[in-house]
């Protein structure tokens, strides 16, 4: 009997099975390889929702807007209406069931007040960012936070208060700041010529907006941020003080700065929206 063995060709389809095998082994063995399979995927950065308050537009978040957008980050600033309370936070709301996945909400002066309704019941808002801006309880109205404290300055002898027309038919009042007063109020940190242009370009806000109650409030529930101007005329620094205490928000004081800080320090309004944002 002969002891010579036969080698039997491996069949065709065996042999690239058995290469394929091999190939992948030694293609997960580089580091390169190894590394990428270790990395968890990137997460998605939450979409960061600016809303302005009376007196002003979206353009007033424009140099956050561009520190943001810097970082990578989707970023809407929408049109707030300023026809009152209810009826804004019915607009914003429907923005925010446009936007899917995490969304940082952040408001400036009475933006506070429509955040803080809009975001109630929505699950994608993972934080709650107020930039000198009202936080308010249930039933609270904007005249009514007033008499928090001392420091506010707006009221009838500082403002313009016009007539509008409404869409049923009749009219209502609107109100703009004085121009004269508008940058010892709004923005005295900024400079004169420019705080003269942001005067001239106010959009008027309802007046039905500071005894319009509000609803339940978002920050119940959701982790909130503020942001406290040293030297806010608007709404009062003090006043400030006592809400972002009561909403238990982690919160950050500008000293010697206006209402308006978003545009006078922009790295510092845009640096505590991103902290809230890592947190989202």
Same mark, same amino acid.
């Given at each position: 009997?002969?002891?010579? $063995?036969?080698?039997?060709?491996? !069949?065709?389809?065996?042999?690239? *099975?058995? &290469? ?6 030694? &293609? ?39 520190? &943001? ?48 309704? %809009?975001?109630?019941?929505? #699950? ?10 009202? %936080? #308010? ?21 500082? &403002? ?16 703009? *700041? ?12 900024? !400079? ?15 007046? $039905? ?8 409030? %978002? ?15 608007? *709404? ?10 009561? *909403? ?15 545009? $006078? ?16």
């Amino acid at each position: 009997m002969s002891n010579v $063995s036969i080698i039997r060709p491996v !069949p065709k389809k065996r042999l690239q *099975i058995a &290469l394929a095998i091999a190939m992948a082994a030694m &293609l997960a063995s580089l580091p390169g390889v190894a590394a990428a399979r270790a990395a968890k995927p990137a997460s998605v950065k939450p979409t960061i929702v600016l809303v302005h308050g009376a007196f002003a537009d979206a353009s007033s978040w424009a140099p956050v807007i561009s520190r &943001l957008q810097a970082q990578g980050y989707p970023v809407i600033a929408p049109a707030n209406p300023l026809r009152g309370v209810a009826y804004d936070a019915s607009y914003l709301g429907d923005v925010l069931k446009t936007i899917s996945g995490p969304i940082v909400l952040v408001g400036h002066s009475y933006g506070g007040f429509v955040i803080t309704n %809009a975001a109630t019941g929505n #699950p994608n808002v993972k934080a709650l960012v107020y930039i000198a801006a009202y %936080a #308010p309880e249930e039933g609270e109205t904007i005249a009514g936070i007033e008499q928090l404290a001392p420091g506010g300055m707006i009221g009838p002898e500082t &403002l313009d208060i016009e007539n509008y027309p409404l869409p049923g038919g009749g009219e209502a009042p609107e109100a703009t *700041i004085k121009p004269a007063l508008f940058h010892q109020i709004f923005d005295a940190d900024l !400079p004169l010529p420019e705080s003269n242009e942001l005067a001239a370009a106010q959009r008027p806000a309802a007046l $039905s907006t500071l005894e319009e109650p509000s609803g339940p409030p %978002a920050w119940k529930t959701i982790p909130s941020w503020y942001l406290i101007p040293g030297e806010d005329h608007a *709404i009062g620094t003090a006043v400030e003080r006592i809400m972002a205490k009561r *909403i238990h928000a982690k919160t950050v004081e500008v000293k010697s700065a206006s209402h308006l800080v978003m545009l $006078s320090h922009p790295g510092a309004a845009t640096k505590l929206i991103l902290e809230a944002a890592a947190h989202a």
